[in-house]
Protein backbone atom coordinates (compact mmCIF):
# COMPACT_ATOMS: atom_id res chain seq x y z
CA UNK A 1 0.00 0.00 0.00
CA UNK A 2 2.79 2.10 0.63
CA UNK A 3 4.32 1.92 -2.49
CA UNK A 4 3.60 3.76 -5.37
CA UNK A 5 1.64 6.50 -3.47
CA UNK A 6 0.47 9.29 -5.52
CA UNK A 7 1.83 12.08 -5.00
CA UNK A 8 -0.59 14.08 -6.20
CA UNK A 9 -4.57 13.19 -5.91
CA UNK A 10 -7.12 16.01 -7.40
CA UNK A 11 -10.79 15.42 -6.11
CA UNK A 12 -14.24 16.72 -7.67
CA UNK A 13 -16.16 16.79 -4.78
CA UNK A 14 -19.62 15.98 -6.08
CA UNK A 15 -23.30 15.37 -5.01
CA UNK A 16 -23.54 17.25 -2.29
CA UNK A 17 -26.81 18.57 -2.91
CA UNK A 18 -28.15 15.31 -3.90
CA UNK A 19 -27.02 13.32 -0.67
CA UNK A 20 -29.18 16.04 1.21
CA UNK A 21 -32.29 15.64 -1.37
CA UNK A 22 -32.16 11.32 -0.88
CA UNK A 23 -32.52 11.91 2.95
CA UNK A 24 -35.12 14.86 2.35
CA UNK A 25 -32.49 17.12 3.69
CA UNK A 26 -32.05 21.19 2.51
CA UNK A 27 -28.89 20.93 0.49
CA UNK A 28 -27.27 23.20 3.05
CA UNK A 29 -27.03 19.94 4.79
CA UNK A 30 -25.05 18.19 2.00
CA UNK A 31 -22.33 20.54 1.44
CA UNK A 32 -22.29 20.71 5.82
CA UNK A 33 -21.74 17.27 5.59
CA UNK A 34 -19.25 17.07 2.62
CA UNK A 35 -17.02 19.63 4.93
CA UNK A 36 -16.96 16.83 7.53
CA UNK A 37 -15.49 14.84 4.49
CA UNK A 38 -12.81 16.70 3.46
CA UNK A 39 -11.27 16.61 7.12
CA UNK A 40 -11.51 12.83 6.78
CA UNK A 41 -9.99 12.17 3.37
CA UNK A 42 -7.38 15.14 3.85
CA UNK A 43 -6.35 13.40 7.34
CA UNK A 44 -6.23 9.41 4.80
CA UNK A 45 -4.13 11.39 2.33
CA UNK A 46 -1.60 12.55 5.38
CA UNK A 47 -1.65 9.12 6.66
CA UNK A 48 -0.66 7.53 3.50
CA UNK A 49 1.91 10.26 2.39
CA UNK A 50 0.47 11.76 -0.15
CA UNK A 51 1.82 15.42 -1.02
CA UNK A 52 -0.46 17.15 -2.86
CA UNK A 53 -4.49 17.28 -2.40
CA UNK A 54 -5.98 19.62 -4.28
CA UNK A 55 -10.31 20.02 -3.74
CA UNK A 56 -12.39 21.29 -6.19
CA UNK A 57 -14.73 23.51 -3.50
CA UNK A 58 -16.16 26.17 -5.77
CA UNK A 59 -16.38 26.34 -9.31
CA UNK A 60 -16.95 29.79 -11.58
CA UNK A 61 -19.74 28.06 -12.65
CA UNK A 62 -21.27 27.85 -8.94
CA UNK A 63 -21.92 31.46 -8.54
CA UNK A 64 -25.08 30.50 -10.84
CA UNK A 65 -26.85 28.95 -8.07
CA UNK A 66 -29.74 30.55 -5.52
CA UNK A 67 -28.05 33.20 -3.86
CA UNK A 68 -28.82 31.60 -0.62
CA UNK A 69 -26.76 28.55 -1.21
CA UNK A 70 -24.04 30.62 -2.95
CA UNK A 71 -24.00 32.68 0.86
CA UNK A 72 -24.03 29.26 2.50
CA UNK A 73 -20.98 27.74 0.15
CA UNK A 74 -18.79 31.04 1.14
CA UNK A 75 -18.87 30.69 5.22
CA UNK A 76 -17.98 26.94 4.70
CA UNK A 77 -14.07 28.12 4.87
CA UNK A 78 -14.48 30.02 8.17
CA UNK A 79 -16.38 27.13 9.27
CA UNK A 80 -13.86 24.63 8.25
CA UNK A 81 -11.03 26.20 9.60
CA UNK A 82 -12.34 27.02 12.88
CA UNK A 83 -13.01 23.60 13.85
CA UNK A 84 -10.45 21.87 11.63
CA UNK A 85 -6.98 24.63 11.29
CA UNK A 86 -5.37 24.11 14.80
CA UNK A 87 -5.14 20.29 13.82
CA UNK A 88 -4.31 20.67 10.24
CA UNK A 89 -1.56 22.44 11.82
CA UNK A 90 -0.41 20.01 14.56
CA UNK A 91 -0.50 17.82 11.39
CA UNK A 92 2.12 19.56 9.35
CA UNK A 93 -0.52 20.54 6.76
CA UNK A 94 0.16 23.37 4.41
CA UNK A 95 -3.12 25.03 3.42
CA UNK A 96 -2.98 26.94 -0.04
CA UNK A 97 -6.02 28.50 -2.34
CA UNK A 98 -5.79 28.24 -6.28
CA UNK A 99 -9.12 30.33 -8.45
CA UNK A 100 -10.21 33.83 -8.84
CA UNK A 101 -9.67 36.09 -5.40
CA UNK A 102 -11.41 39.14 -6.66
CA UNK A 103 -14.66 37.59 -6.47
CA UNK A 104 -14.93 36.01 -2.96
CA UNK A 105 -16.40 37.83 0.10
CA UNK A 106 -14.11 39.05 2.05
CA UNK A 107 -15.14 37.40 5.56
CA UNK A 108 -14.33 34.42 3.01
CA UNK A 109 -11.22 35.59 1.85
CA UNK A 110 -9.71 36.65 5.07
CA UNK A 111 -10.50 33.00 6.58
CA UNK A 112 -8.52 31.50 4.17
CA UNK A 113 -5.40 34.05 3.94
CA UNK A 114 -4.79 33.44 7.50
CA UNK A 115 -4.97 29.74 7.35
CA UNK A 116 -2.62 29.78 4.15
CA UNK A 117 -0.37 32.15 5.93
CA UNK A 118 -0.35 30.66 9.55
CA UNK A 119 0.50 27.50 7.59
CA UNK A 120 2.90 28.24 5.11
CA UNK A 121 6.11 27.18 6.42
CA UNK A 122 4.29 23.41 7.16
CA UNK A 123 6.47 21.05 5.34
CA UNK A 124 3.31 17.71 5.05
CA UNK A 125 0.73 17.41 3.03
CA UNK A 126 -0.12 20.53 0.56
CA UNK A 127 -4.08 21.01 1.11
CA UNK A 128 -5.14 22.94 -1.63
CA UNK A 129 -8.29 24.11 -2.33
CA UNK A 130 -9.76 25.61 -5.96
CA UNK A 131 -11.99 27.92 -5.25
CA UNK A 132 -13.44 30.41 -7.68
CA UNK A 133 -11.50 27.91 -10.41
CA UNK A 134 -12.19 27.67 -13.87
CA UNK A 135 -9.53 26.10 -16.25
CA UNK A 136 -9.78 27.82 -19.40
CA UNK A 137 -9.85 30.97 -17.26
CA UNK A 138 -6.32 29.82 -15.96
CA UNK A 139 -4.85 28.68 -19.03
CA UNK A 140 -6.13 32.01 -20.78
CA UNK A 141 -4.20 34.10 -17.94
CA UNK A 142 -0.76 31.92 -18.41
CA UNK A 143 -1.68 32.64 -22.18
CA UNK A 144 -2.00 36.38 -21.67
CA UNK A 145 0.63 36.73 -19.27
CA UNK A 146 3.21 34.84 -21.70
CA UNK A 147 2.27 37.09 -25.17
CA UNK A 148 2.72 40.05 -22.70
CA UNK A 149 6.23 39.10 -21.88
CA UNK A 150 7.10 37.94 -25.72
CA UNK A 151 5.38 41.73 -26.68
CA UNK A 152 8.20 43.53 -23.80
CA UNK A 153 10.73 41.45 -25.73
CA UNK A 154 11.58 39.10 -22.09
CA UNK A 155 10.78 36.33 -24.58
CA UNK A 156 11.26 34.89 -27.44
CA UNK A 157 8.66 32.34 -28.90
CA UNK A 158 10.42 29.45 -29.20
CA UNK A 159 11.09 29.79 -25.66
CA UNK A 160 7.48 28.93 -24.75
CA UNK A 161 7.21 25.27 -23.99
CA UNK A 162 5.57 23.14 -21.03
CA UNK A 163 7.48 24.07 -18.70
CA UNK A 164 6.49 27.88 -19.13
CA UNK A 165 3.02 27.25 -19.23
CA UNK A 166 3.05 25.13 -16.33
CA UNK A 167 5.03 27.92 -14.04
CA UNK A 168 2.50 30.30 -15.28
CA UNK A 169 -0.55 28.41 -13.76
CA UNK A 170 -2.25 28.64 -10.38
CA UNK A 171 -0.55 24.92 -9.62
CA UNK A 172 2.86 26.85 -9.90
CA UNK A 173 5.57 24.66 -8.45
CA UNK A 174 3.28 21.34 -8.03
CA UNK A 175 3.60 18.27 -9.76
CA UNK A 176 0.31 17.25 -12.11
CA UNK A 177 -2.10 15.19 -10.25
CA UNK A 178 -1.09 11.46 -10.57
CA UNK A 179 -5.06 10.80 -9.38
CA UNK A 180 -8.54 12.21 -10.30
CA UNK A 181 -11.24 11.11 -8.49
CA UNK A 182 -14.58 12.30 -9.38
CA UNK A 183 -17.70 10.67 -6.94
CA UNK A 184 -21.29 10.94 -7.91
CA UNK A 185 -21.55 9.70 -10.97
CA UNK A 186 -20.67 12.04 -13.18
CA UNK A 187 -18.32 11.22 -15.82
CA UNK A 188 -16.78 15.07 -16.97
CA UNK A 189 -13.76 17.13 -16.04
CA UNK A 190 -16.16 20.17 -15.49
CA UNK A 191 -13.63 22.60 -16.58
CA UNK A 192 -11.30 21.47 -13.59
CA UNK A 193 -7.51 21.47 -14.41
CA UNK A 194 -7.43 20.40 -17.68
CA UNK A 195 -3.67 21.58 -18.86
CA UNK A 196 -2.71 19.29 -15.76
CA UNK A 197 -4.68 16.17 -16.09
CA UNK A 198 -3.61 15.68 -19.26
CA UNK A 199 -1.70 12.37 -18.11
CA UNK A 200 -3.63 11.34 -15.09
CA UNK A 201 -5.00 8.01 -14.02
CA UNK A 202 -8.98 8.56 -13.34
CA UNK A 203 -11.40 7.14 -10.79
CA UNK A 204 -14.87 7.68 -10.45
CA UNK A 205 -17.56 6.66 -8.21
CA UNK A 206 -21.62 6.53 -8.02
CA UNK A 207 -20.83 7.55 -4.36
CA UNK A 208 -21.83 10.63 -3.19
CA UNK A 209 -19.29 12.81 -1.14
CA UNK A 210 -20.89 13.14 1.80
CA UNK A 211 -20.43 9.31 1.95
CA UNK A 212 -17.07 8.66 0.28
CA UNK A 213 -15.07 7.13 3.45
CA UNK A 214 -11.61 6.61 3.94
CA UNK A 215 -12.33 3.23 2.41
CA UNK A 216 -13.54 4.58 -0.97
CA UNK A 217 -10.26 6.30 -1.06
CA UNK A 218 -7.88 3.24 0.13
CA UNK A 219 -9.80 1.85 -2.78
CA UNK A 220 -9.16 4.27 -5.46
CA UNK A 221 -5.30 4.33 -4.53
CA UNK A 222 -5.35 0.76 -4.60
CA UNK A 223 -6.76 0.89 -7.87
CA UNK A 224 -4.55 3.87 -8.93
CA UNK A 225 -1.38 1.29 -7.70
CA UNK A 226 -2.53 -1.54 -9.39
CA UNK A 227 -2.83 0.37 -12.94
CA UNK A 228 1.11 1.83 -12.46
CA UNK A 229 2.12 -1.94 -11.81
CA UNK A 230 0.50 -2.88 -15.44
CA UNK A 231 1.92 -0.39 -17.44
CA UNK A 232 5.10 -0.10 -15.40
CA UNK A 233 5.91 -4.22 -15.87
CA UNK A 234 5.82 -3.70 -19.97
C1 LIG B 1 -19.14 22.38 -0.12
C2 LIG B 1 -17.86 19.63 -0.54
C3 LIG B 1 -14.23 23.09 2.81
C4 LIG B 1 -18.00 20.64 -1.63
C5 LIG B 1 -17.04 20.09 0.62
C6 LIG B 1 -16.55 27.95 -0.72
C7 LIG B 1 -19.08 21.69 -1.45
C8 LIG B 1 -17.73 21.14 1.45
C9 LIG B 1 -13.95 24.31 2.21
C10 LIG B 1 -12.76 25.12 2.41
C11 LIG B 1 -17.03 23.44 0.69
C12 LIG B 1 -12.30 25.99 1.44
C13 LIG B 1 -11.16 26.74 1.63
C14 LIG B 1 -10.45 26.63 2.80
C15 LIG B 1 -10.88 25.78 3.79
C16 LIG B 1 -12.03 25.04 3.60
C17 LIG B 1 -15.04 24.54 1.35
C18 LIG B 1 -16.38 25.54 -0.23
C19 LIG B 1 -17.27 24.51 -0.16
C20 LIG B 1 -16.68 26.63 -1.20
F1 LIG B 1 -9.34 27.36 2.99
N1 LIG B 1 -15.38 22.62 2.35
N2 LIG B 1 -15.88 23.49 1.46
N3 LIG B 1 -15.26 25.58 0.51
N4 LIG B 1 -17.94 22.37 0.71
Same mark, same amino acid.
Given at each position: ??????????????????????????????????????????????????????????????? !???? $?? @????????? %?? &???? =????????????????????????? !???? $?? @????????? %?? &???? =????????????????????????????????????????????????????????????????????????????????????????????????????????
Amino acid at each position: MLENVPEHIAIIMDGNGRWAKRRGLPRMAGHHSGMKTVKRITMAANAIGVKYLTLYAFSTENW !KRPK $EE @VDYLMKLPE %LF &LEIE =LDELIQNNVQVRMMGDRSLLPPHTL !KAVE $EA @VSKTVHNTG %LV &LNFA =LNYGSRSEMLLAVKAIAREVQEGRKRIDEIDESLMDHHLLTGDMPDPDLLIRTSGELRLSNFMLWQLAYSELWFTDVYWPAFTEEHFHEAVQEYQRRIRRYGGI
